[in-house]
């Protein structure tokens, strides 16, 4: 189980999606590309069975 001490090491950010692009040849993931207000990052989400 977590405790406080590890939960305060967090960094929580929230981000907007900028865009969704599928990865041929994957089931699941799609790579999105989401900024955090001073950057953009590209992230792959296991998204394409809910979405």
Not at 10 to 32: A, F, M, P, Q, R
Request: net charge negative.
């Amino acid at each position: 189980m977590i405790n406080i001490d590890d939960f305060k090491k967090l960094n929580i950010v929230v981000g907007t999606i900028e865009s969704v692009e599928d990865i041929e040849g994957s089931e699941k993931l799609y790579k999105l590309r989401v900024n955090i207000g001073n950057e953009t990052r590209q992230i792959l989400g296991g998204l394409k069975l809910s979405y």
